[in-house]
């Protein structure tokens, strides 16, 4: 079963002397596979000032209502980078599986191959001996 993730925001800090410009956004991010919900939260900086943003401003009496949630979401995902959400859900993927008993990793030493040896490394003397 896939799991569906699912981005809201929990906070904002503002700038009251800025228009209410939004210097920081937290959101909680859930990934649910079946009946197991699992979360964590991210949060971004928003440097710069509403006069930076220019005619692309938004109001947060506008950013209040249903549709403004999915345009902070995005702000976020852009912040954070692709990577960075990527890396997100895979963490909430990882606590999934284990909390369903999956397997998420296996470690697997040289000393478990037919490689050949490791050179031995050559230690250097203390000085103070």
Same mark, same amino acid.
């Given at each position: 079963m896939a799991t569906?993730?699912?981005w809201k925001v929990e906070s904002l800090k503002t700038d009251p002397n800025d228009d209410n410009y939004i210097t920081e956004a937290s959101a909680k991010v859930f990934g649910t596979e079946g009946s197991v919900i699992k979360a964590t939260t $991210?949060?971004?900086?928003?440097?710069?000032?509403?006069s930076a943003v220019g005619s692309d401003f938004? *109001?947060?009496d506008d950013l209040k209502k249903a549709d403004g949630e999915a345009i902070i979401v995005g702000w976020i995902k852009t912040g954070i980078m692709d990577y960075k959400v990527a890396k997100i859900e895979k963490i909430i993927q990882n606590s999934i599986?284990?909390?369903?008993?999956? $397997?998420?990793e296996t470690s697997l030493t040289a000393a478990d191959t037919s490689y050949s040896a490791q050179? *031995?490394?050559?230690v250097t003397p203390d000085p103070t001996e």
């Open positions: 569906t993730f699912t $991210v949060s971004c900086l928003f440097p710069g000032n509403k938004k *109001t947060i599986d284990t909390h369903n008993s999956k $397997v998420i050179p *031995t490394e050559t």
